[in-house]
Nanobody
Framework: VQLQASGGGLVQAGGSLRLSCTASGRTFSTYYMGWFRQAPGKEREFVAT????????YYADSVKGRFTISRDNAKNTVYLQMNSLKPEDTAVYYCAADRFTIPTKRAPYWGQGTQVTVSS
């Protein structure tokens, strides 16, 4: 599966952005999907994940209550709605896919990344 992330940009603290990740292929609905981020000089870290049906989601503590992951299997797309953004959310955001389990940093499929910059 090939992934294309979009929706990043520059936003002021307290603002919102919605990231999208669109997948190629007809088997998107069978993949667990996730979002990760990597800030300059830091390791890539987990942000959120969603099961293939959308029925289960899981978030990093740092974004819980502010970010929402969702998916539309008819559109082959997973979303990350980001509210109440903070400067520390600044990073390149990547989507990831795994056929058999929730994505980790070892997930087999990755999008190209989209930059999110939050100004104070």
């Amino acid at each position: 599966v090939q992934l294309q992330a979009s929706g990043g940009g520059l936003v002021q603290a307290g603002g919102s952005l919605r990231l999208s990740c669109t997948a190629s292929g007809r088997t998107f609905s069978t993949y667990y999907m996730g979002w990760f981020r990597q800030a300059p000089g830091k390791e890539r870290e987990f942000v959120a994940t969603i099961s293939w049906s959308g029925g289960s989601t899981y978030y990093a503590d740092s974004v819980k209550g502010r970010f929402t992951i969702s998916r539309d299997n008819a559109k082959n797309t997973v979303y990350l709605q980001m509210n109440s953004l903070k400067p520390e959310d600044t990073a390149v955001y990547y989507c990831a896919a795994d056929r058999f389990t929730i994505p980790t940093k070892r997930a087999p499929y990755w999008g190209q990344g989209t930059q999110v910059t939050v100004s104070s």
